[in-house]
Nanobody, 115 residues
Framework: QVQLVESGGGLVQAGGSVSLSCAAS????????VGWYRQAPGTQRELVAT???????TSADSVKGRFTISRDNAKTTVYLQMNSLKPEDTAVYYC?????????WGQGTQVTVSS
C-alpha cells in the first residue's frame, strides 16, 4: 500500500516562511504530476501548485511569487516553499499524485499563519 506523507507544517507569523515536503512510502518515485492543495475550514479544497513530470510548474494566482514548488532529482520528494505568508494561507495542505494508475492523497499538514 502506497502512502503519501506530508511534513513541515506548523505555526508561523505573517511574513514568515515554511517549507513542506511530500514523499511516497518506500521512496517510490512520483513520476506523474504532483499537486499541492489546501483546504481552510468551511472551504473547498483548492489547488495551490503543481509540478509535472518534465519539471513544468504551475501555481495559483493567490500564491504566485510567494510559493515555489520543486522536487529532488530522484522524484521521491516534492517540496513547497512558502514565503511571505499571510493569515489567509492558513489551511491544511495536502499533496496528491497518481502512482501506478491510482490516485493518492496525503494525510495533510496544518499550516497556521498568525497575524
Amino acid at each position: 500500500q502506497v502512502q503519501l506523507v506530508e511534513s513541515g507544517g506548523g505555526l508561523v507569523q505573517a511574513g514568515g516562511s515554511v517549507s513542506l515536503s511530500c514523499a511516497a512510502s518506500r521512496r517510490i518515485p512520483m513520476v506523474n504530476t504532483v499537486g499541492w492543495y489546501r483546504q481552510a475550514p468551511g472551504t473547498q479544497r483548492e489547488l495551490v501548485a503543481t509540478i509535472a513530470s518534465d519539471g513544468t510548474t504551475t501555481s495559483a494566482d493567490s500564491v504566485k511569487g510567494r510559493f515555489t514548488i520543486s522536487r529532488d532529482n530522484a522524484k521521491t520528494t516534492v517540496y513547497l516553499q512558502m514565503n511571505s505568508l499571510k493569515p489567509e494561507d492558513t489551511a491544511v495542505y495536502y499533496c496528491n499524485t497518481q502512482i501506478a494508475f491510482r490516485n493518492y492523497w496525503g494525510q495533510g499538514t496544518q499550516v497556521t499563519v498568525s497575524s
